[in-house]
């Protein structure tokens, strides 16, 4: 049975965790760089459940814990300058690329993700992605992020069509339940992964 309904018009794809196995890389990146800045060990498993956040997102949970103010610039170019030396060992997440492989040319479609336009690009550009896709939205095209419909909202006005007529691939809680904001419906890409 296809995952994409014949009514579908379009498909809309997170990027980190969805299309490409980055949140490793994130990780890694994320927990050196909030280790230089408040002096203190981060545990790994800290990282757990904060893959779907916007930057500022985390940031502003590490400010809470902290009880203070932390350098967000300094902490998010850290963490991106890190992510971008590892693009490397960067991987596809081969079975919902070979979906969009599969529609390339037959249905438009778009990413949505709640990285942002330098991380974004560069890990499809690597991974030979970035060209089967008629539109890229990131943080940097919105004001509200995920689980806000509006990255969503943004793609199917770029792809031209109706909300309700596009199927979004989400790995997180915050793009599922923007997703369904939006009015579209979703596929949790962790059934594709479990199966």
Not at 36 to 54: L, T, Y
Not at 71 to 82: K, L, V
Request: charged residues 20%.
């Amino acid at each position: 049975m296809s995952l994409v309904r014949a009514d579908t018009a379009g498909l809309i794809f997170d990027c980190d965790g969805t299309l490409v196995d980055s949140l490793p890389l994130y990780r890694e990146g994320w927990i050196a760089a909030l280790e230089d800045a408040i002096e203190q060990s981060v545990p790994p498993e800290w990282f757990h459940g904060h893959g779907g956040m916007s930057e500022h997102m985390v940031l502003d949970i590490v400010e809470a814990r902290l009880g203070r103010s932390v350098n967000r610039h300094g902490i998010i170019s850290q963490a991106r300058d890190s992510m971008l030396r590892r693009l490397h060992v960067l991987r596809e997440i081969t079975v919902v690329a070979d979906i969009a492989r599969q529609y390339h040319g037959r249905l438009p479609m778009a990413v949505a993700s709640n990285g942002s336009r330098q991380i974004v690009t560069a890990c499809l550009r690597h991974l030979g992605l970035e060209r089967l896709f008629d539109a890229i939205i990131t943080i940097d095209d919105v004001d509200n992020p995920k689980p806000a419909p509006d990255m969503f909202l943004l793609a199917a006005g770029r792809l031209a069509l109706p909300p309700a007529s596009c199927l979004v691939f989400e790995d997180s809680r915050e793009g599922m339940l923007a997703a369904t904001r939006a009015g579209m419906a979703h596929v949790d890409v962790n059934t594709l992964l479990a199966g």
